[in-house]
């Protein structure tokens, strides 16, 4: 089993930046890659970035390129995401996810385990 835990989250003015942090415990694999999504009112789940756990490979939503950047801490199994540039449009609940799958998948359906997410509000 493994658990994940957000933080994070909180309310910023548009222009602002974030860094989510994602703590990850239990049975870890060194193969898994993390990701993370993000869920606006009334919207579904969307893939935002996820990251392999052994290598530096990388993989963004296109609506976030340039502005986040996700990258991983091994020695705390810790994964984050820095948020830079932030507009309205990023309000959301932002999870924290871990995929079996190989490589960096970007569809809920391919990740195994979730965090409970945690709150970003942009206000403009």
């Known amino acids: 089993q493994v658990q994940l835990v957000e933080s994070g989250g909180r309310l910023v003015q548009a222009g602002g930046s974030l860094r989510l942090s994602c703590a990850v415990s239990?049975?870890?694999?060194?193969?898994?890659?993390t990701g993370w999504f993000r869920q606006a009112p009334g919207k579904e789940r969307e893939f935002v970035a996820a990251i392999s756990w052994t290598t530096s490979t990388t993989h963004y939503a296109d609506s976030v390129k340039g502005r986040f950047t996700i990258s991983r801490d091994n020695t705390k199994n810790t994964v984050y995401l820095q948020m830079n540039n932030l507009g309205p449009e990023d309000t959301a609940v932002y999870y924290c996810?871990?995929?079996?799958?190989?490589?960096?998948?970007?569809?809920?359906?391919?990740?195994?385990?979730w965090g409970q997410g945690t709150q970003v509000t942009v206000s403009s």
């Open positions: 239990g049975r870890t694999f060194s193969h898994y890659g």
């Open positions: 996810a871990v995929s079996k799958t190989i490589g960096l998948p970007s569809s809920t359906y391919q990740y195994d385990y």
